[in-house]
């Protein structure tokens, strides 16, 4: 009897009136959990019950305890006839399951109803009595902790990142089994909610066990989505990245390491020298392979790829520590690391060595359990697309889903290798369904992790990193790890301009965050690529070979899109990239979002050149001229905009020596030329250079055209979809997340890929208007996380669900910017609460006394030079934050008791809150909910229905964080807002399920007088740490 | 390509308090999007229509389910829904239970029931204020009547706890409360020239001395629902009022008490032959009030009785303020000294009030 839980309903208030003649109510509330119920009495003639309650208790097993949810339901008596439904309350009862998360989850939860949406609250207490269990077969696996977030949670230190974890479990959906005809919507709700709750507990147990195999303790960049497949079931999935984390106060008893490439050259029998000498190649920003083409097209670059062979660490190098630790990892663990992926997009300074670029795989799957003799024809045709698992019919088998998972995770791990990397960061996977259409998507980052660094420290192994690599600050992350000499396309590469000594490609893109000791000039920008294609209507397989067709094409315009619209921002490198898909009845819609910024260590972007094709019309030629001109001018006005001075500049304050002349870089790109034909498909970009533009027909034109209406944000407004915005670091206190939607109907009248693209471009384009306008009272203000999702509900309807961050900053101090890359990060140190640097600090703690130069002296020197500044430009920060924050959040700064009000709870979808420090992480908080109205009318059409329903849950978000004892959710997300209606029959319904880590925040201005000593002291390993890398 | 659904949920909740004023003044999400534009919106933030019409809808919609809780206050602060900061928590409320002038002057001292409602259409289109508007101004005092009518306790401080409004504010409810329970007259046209402040200044005079809980007397039995503290005139006092008639029936009283007067004042007034002349009409009309006060009937013609039987014979005169003043003071003060008249603390109850709301009530 591993467990007690406790459960004490202590009153009611707001409830509604179920009685119409006495304008009362008599509530009583029963609570449940696995089988047990129990039920307090019943509180006659109140609308504000107070039960009061004994302690209700259960026990039960903690694997019970991981998977069910307590689920509270309050009702009305009624003497004669059946009891009415008031609404519901179901709490994860995870967060008390680990010993430093909360230990009472008490406080008033709002009471809702599928149907109704809140009806009142309802105030609970519940406590977990745990008992030691020391069975090792044991199936639950408390105590390990999940985090949303993507970096290491502020207040941890990693002792080893173990890698990658999935796992999957699928169950019919409630909706579709034969009793939901008979029973009522609301109890067909009810049974979903319950469900995904069940089953999303079963989920992150099970992930856990895998974690324990792995003698991790944290499972990190947990993202967990649901696949609604309709007919053929329900999918809850979950990926993340094992880790052992230590809390910071604790003294580190190991350093931190990385098991995963070093698992990897455990694997590989072949020994390669290390990264730079890797003989393979690829030098596509984006790495793609989507349906049979790009397959083909990829295995015809890259002939000589074989998984095994490819670990490009140095597999001699492993310490005595490690190899003590993986002999001690079980077998499954050892199959997990399979996959070297890492779903973190933050790492310490150091951890990432080479960055290669994106790499992503799709692939189109057919959800039908029918036997349909027509699809031997697609098998068996010449393409080697995999439109359907013959063996996995069953849907109901995890183990068919788990293989369409495995098998884009190898061809992504393949892709890496071809990219001269072992290793996947920034990892993420999605699906798009549409009927029995499932398109499964997954990408990340190619990357080289520096397993050395996260060794012990020999002097022999620093001494040969830094002869080596001899990695610059702030842009040894942007030299190419695959070798030059044999690229399968042909790549513009040249000496890094930051350092002079590796080679970097002239573009990058990645997934990740930008790595908080790369050196950027100016600002940076949100970038987006949108893009539509009509697709006839079609049947199963007809239906996934359309779309397998069409698939690559799409890649293909997006890649184009983002590359040109990069270039038309003078910048040259992509954060935090991210390419859906979204499949509906009739097209396809590609929407990609990234982060442009301008690295220093890359070349300086050229221009975008227009060529006509038929050179003897005058007036065509003086067209093309003007447009040229047109684009010319955007250009100049962009890098007066985002602030990108001439790279001398920025390269004079670096302190690095004059640049080679800048003609070479302009040499190359002239030499490009553009001969083929679009309709060869070419990822690459190898020969067909990407910023050329030819105008030869009216989509061209098109094409350019919407390069040109891209509306920059209004003065005082920035954008990016990354955590933080480069070139911004002096964030004030005011935040404000939001979420917006959009559903938009397309006339059906005569559709064209234009008049679609033009549609989609306006709606995304008037969203971000209208953002910019609300928010314009936050000016000077960056939006955050920007993170737009597309998907069509219908045949002509697009829905566009944008969720995002606005942070104000101080302008007066975001004008000096940009000065040293020290100071840059000291400012950044100084803001971002210096959480972000938590790592830095124990790596350079940990790592300086053995390092053989520079000597400490030095260190105390800098440090000591440098230990004034951060603690003046706080104060400075906050000084000048607090009276904008108490202009607008007078009485909330203040503790929530005065006025009895409600506490605030701040919701954001960054991992920190700026001007903040998080003191303690509660637990993941993981809510799935159904609404569904019958009155759609009456409660204000689609718009009020949705909007009184997402306010529903931040309310319900919010409330469950503050009985954890927080004050704030960061690392928020919306992962599905499924939105149906029915406007005939006056009926709509919505799914929402969202995410975030609970945490317990304090203001930096109330840790002042505590700690002034402390942050500064942070802040000197810093320093120390940036000297040490250079 | 047409919008079906647009919305934006922020975590705080978003008001712009200029779409608050439009939509608390009743217009249209169409008028109002139109006011914004002219108000040249656009042209400071480079918007365009669209964005204007989606924001303005998205904060009516906001507003529109915020009323409900606006209806109760204390629920907004309370509730989970909306996640708003409390200085904004009370502007919300504070402009919504903000009225217009023109506006309550009308339906001051009116019945707030039904019936009356059905008039608001008239009232409308002669204050220019729009229908909607009135019908919240109009629900709002009804509902705060209907919530502090009952209760015992400060008429003021019952509203502040119930509805959460300004001192100011509160007060001002307090008259209109006040005057709607006593159904004050107040819309004759011989009225019209007297303010709402004017009004509301008699009432807090009148709450302050002439109820039962002026006097701070405990109810007798708790349990009884027949006087309510601070909303109901003192019947009591009412009754004891027709004592007061003495003053002038008893006509050796009424010459003493103008020679009284008369001495003290004589030189001291600019219009003294006037007040000299008129003074047994004026004493006898303002005892007279105060005398008819235990009906119904002449409780609700009290302003109409003040202005008819004292402000205008004064004005007629041409009297200054100051005058008035010195008179009022004079006339009160003089009962003191009438030996054979034994209601003095009566008098000073009654005076002391009506002569602060002869002094707001006399100008022009």
């Known amino acids: 009897m591993p467990g007690k839980l406790k459960v004490k309903i202590v009153a009611g208030r707001h409830l509604p009136v179920m009685d119409r003649a006495s304008d009362l109510t008599d509530a009583f509330v029963e609570v449940k959990f696995g089988n047990t119920t129990f039920k307090t009495d019943v509180y006659l003639k109140s609308l504000n019950p107070q039960w009061n309650s004994e302690w209700f208790k259960f026990e039960v097993d903690d694997e019970d305890l991981q998977d069910e949810p307590l689920q509270i339901t309050v009702l009305d008596h009624d003497t004669y006839s059946a009891n009415d439904a008031i609404g519901k309350v179901y709490i994860d009862i995870d967060p008390l399951l680990y010993s430093e998360a909360a230990t009472v989850i008490s406080g008033w939860f709002p009471i809702y109803d599928t149907i109704h949406g809140i009806r009142g609250e309802i105030n609970v207490i519940v406590k977990v009595d745990l008992f030691n269990d020391l069975n090792r077969f044991r199936q639950s696996s408390c105590g390990v902790k999940f985090f949303c977030t993507t970096s290491i949670p502020k207040c941890y230190r990693a002792v080893i990142i173990h890698g990658f974890v999935e796992e999957l479990v699928v169950n019919e959906d409630p909706e579709y089994q034969w009793i939901d005809r008979i029973r009522t919507p609301r109890a067909s709700n009810e049974a979903r909610q319950r469900l995904i709750s069940l089953m999303s507990g079963e989920l992150q147990r099970k992930i856990g066990l895998k974690v324990l195999e792995m003698r991790g303790n944290a499972v990190v960049g947990y993202l967990q989505c649901f696949d609604l497949e309709g007919e053929s079931g329900l999918v809850v999935r979950a990926i993340g990245t094992a880790c052992t984390l230590d809390k910071l106060s604790s003294p580190a008893a190991f350093l931190p390491a990385c098991n995963s490439p070093s698992k990897e050259m455990k694997e590989s029998p072949l020994v390669h020298p290390p990264s730079h000498g890797c003989r393979s190649t690829h030098n596509s920003p984006i790495h793609t392979a989507t349906g049979s083409r790009l397959t083909q097209n990829f295995s015809v670059s890259v002939p000589t790829l074989i998984y095994t062979g490819m670990g490009s660490g140095s597999a001699g190098k492993e310490g005595g520590p490690f190899k003590a630790l993986l002999r001690q990892q079980t077998q499954s663990a050892l199959e997990q690391r399979e996959f070297p992926f890492f779903t973190l997009t933050a790492f310490p300074p150091g951890f990432l060595v080479h960055v290669g670029g994106v790499v992503s795989a799709r692939s189109v799957k057919l959800l039908d359990r029918i036997h349909n003799p027509a699809f031997v024809g697609i098998m068996g045709n010449t393409r080697s697309y995999k439109l359907l698992d013959w063996n996995s019919f069953n849907s109901d088998e995890p183990e068919t889903r788990d293989a369409w998972w495995a098998e884009i995770r190898q061809e992504i791990k393949s892709h890496a290798k071809a990219l001269g990397c072992h290793a996947v960061v920034g990892y993420s996977e999605s699906t798009s369904i549409c009927e029995e259409v499932c398109i499964l998507s997954a990408s990340g980052t190619a990357a080289v992790l520096n397993p050395r660094f996260l060794q012990d420290g020999t002097l022999e192994g620093c001494l040969e990193q830094r002869l080596e690599e001899n990695l610059p600050v702030g842009c040894g992350f942007c030299h190419i790890p695959y070798d030059e000499l044999n690229m399968p396309f042909p790549a513009h590469l040249t000496y890094c301009y930051n350092c002079r000594k590796q080679k970097v490609p002239d573009v990058l893109f990645t997934t990740i965050d930008l790595p908080t000791d790369a050196t950027v000039v100016g600002k940076g920008c949100l970038i987006q690529a949108r893009l539509c294609r009509l697709k006839k209507k079609a049947q199963a397989e007809a239906n996934a070979t359309a779309i397998s067709n069409l698939l690559p094409f799409m890649e293909y315009e997006v890649h184009t899109q983002l590359m040109n619209k990069l270039k038309l921002k003078g910048m040259n490198a992509l954060f935090g990239l991210r390419i859906q898909i979204t499949v509906g009845e009739n097209m396809l819609m590609g929407l990609a979002s990234a982060t442009g910024v301008y690295l220093a260590a890359l070349p300086t972007p050229g221009g975008i050149q227009i060529a006509g094709k038929t050179p003897n019309d005058g007036s065509y030629e003086q067209h093309i001229s003007h447009m040229q001109k047109k684009i010319n001018d955007t250009i100049a006005k962009n890098k007066e905009l985002y602030e990108i001075n001439p790279p001398e500049t920025s390269e004079e304050l670096i302190g690095s020596p004059i640049p080679e002349p800048r003609q070479h870089s302009r040499l190359l790109r002239s030499q490009s030329e553009s001969s083929d034909e679009v309709t060869e498909l070419d990822l690459s970009h190898g020969k067909k250079d990407a910023f050329v533009l030819e105008i030869d027909d009216t989509d061209a034109l098109e094409d350019v055209h919407s390069l040109l209406t891209d509306v920059p944000p209004p003065p005082g407004f920035y954008s990016c979809n990354t955590e933080i915005m480069p070139g911004i670091n002096n964030w004030t206190s005011e935040i404000q997340m939001f979420t917006s939607v959009r559903v938009t109907r397309l006339s059906s009248l005569n559709l064209t890929n234009q008049a679609l693209n033009k549609n989609f471009n306006d709606l995304c384009e008037n969203l971000l208007k209208s953002l910019y306008f609300k928010l314009r009272s936050m000016i000077p203000c960056c939006l955050c996380h920007v993170n737009f999702t597309v998907s069509l509900p219908e045949d002509e309807l697009i829905q566009v669900t944008v969720t995002a961050v606005a942070i104000t900053f101080d302008k007066n101090q975001a004008l000096q910017t940009t000065k040293t890359h020290v100071e840059k990060s000291l400012q950044r140190a100084s803001t971002d609460n210096e959480e972000l640097l938590q790592f830095p600090l124990e790596l350079c703690s940990d790592s300086i006394p053995s390092h053989p130069f520079p000597p400490a002296k030095e260190h105390l020197e800098s440090a000591s030079s440098n230990s004034g500044i951060p603690a003046a430009q706080r104060a400075v920060t906050v000084e000048k934050a607090s009276p904008m924050g108490e202009g607008n959040f007078r009485n909330r700064s203040a503790p929530p008791c005065a006025n009895s009000t409600v506490g605030v709870v701040k919701m954001t979808p960054l991992s920190f809150i700026p001007g903040a420090k998080i003191t303690k992480y509660l637990g993941i908080i993981n809510m799935f909910f159904i609404r569904e109205t019958t009155s759609l009318r009456e409660e204000g059409g689609v718009s009020g229905f949705l909007h009184a329903f997402i306010a529903e849950v931040f309310a319900m978000v919010r409330a469950h964080v503050a009985a954890l004892g927080g004050n704030a959710v960061v690392s928020y997300i919306m992962k599905q807002c499924v939105f149906m209606e029915n406007p005939n029959k006056n009926q709509a319904q919505c799914l929402i399920n969202v995410s975030g880590d609970a945490v317990v925040f304090v203001r930096e201005s109330d840790l002042e007088v505590v700690s002034t000593q402390h942050p500064t002291a942070n802040c000197q390993p810093l320093c120390a740490g940036g000297e040490v890398t250079t | ?364």
Not at chain 2, 35 to 48: C, D, F, K
Not at chain 2, 174 to 190: D, H, Q
Request: aromatic share 10%; proline share 2%; hydrophobic share 40%.
């Open chain 2, 1 to 364: 390509m047409t919008s079906e659904l647009d919305i934006f949920v922020g975590n705080t909740t978003l008001i712009d308090e200029d779409v608050y004023r439009l939509w608390l003044d009743g217009y249209s999400v169409s008028d109002a999007v139109a006011l914004r534009v002219r108000s040249g919106i656009l042209e400071q933030t480079g918007a365009t229509a669209a964005v204007l019409q989606s924001d303005t809808m998205d904060h009516y919609r906001t507003f529109h389910m915020l009323e409900r809780l606006l209806h109760a206050p204390p629920k907004l602060l309370h509730q989970l829904i909306f996640q708003i900061p409390p200085s904004r928590q009370a502007l919300l409320i504070e402009r919504y239970y903000a009225f217009d002038e023109a506006f309550v002057r009308e339906v001051l001292g009116k019945k707030l029931s039904k019936g009356t409602k059905k008039d608001l259409d008239d009232i409308s289109t002669k204050t220019g204020i729009t229908l909607k508007s009135c019908r919240r101004q109009f629900d709002n005092f009804k509902r705060v009547f209907k919530v502090v009518e009952e209760m015992r306790g400060s008429l003021v401080d019952n509203i502040q706890q119930h509805f959460l409004l300004s001192d100011r504010l509160s007060r001002d409810y307090a008259a209109i409360v006040f005057f709607a329970n006593n159904r004050f007259e107040t819309g004759k046209k011989k009225l019209q020239y007297l303010s709402f402040g004017d009004f509301a200044f008699c009432a807090e005079l009148m709450i302050q001395n002439w109820t039962l809980g002026a006097v701070g007397e405990a109810p007798t039995d708790p349990d009884s629902q027949v006087d309510d503290m601070d909303v109901d005139l003192d019947k009591e006092f009412l009754q004891d009022l027709k004592e007061l008639k003495v003053l002038v029936a008893d006509k050796d009283l009424l010459d003493l008490h103008k020679s009284l007067v008369c001495t003290t004042l004589r030189g001291k007034l600019t219009v003294f032959s006037e007040m000299e002349a008129n003074f047994k009409n004026l004493s006898r009309g303002l005892v007279n009030v105060a005398a008819k006060l235990t009906h119904n009937k002449d409780v609700r013609d009290l302003f109409v009785d003040l202005v008819e039987k004292f402000v205008e014979p004064c004005r007629s005169d041409h009297w200054p303020l100051a005058d008035v003043r010195l008179f009022l003071n004079q006339y009160s003060a003089s009962v003191h000294s009438l030996d054979g008249f034994r209601h003095q603390a009566l008098w000073d109850r009654y005076m002391g009030t009506l002569r602060g709301c002869l002094l707001r009530l006399y100008h022009d």
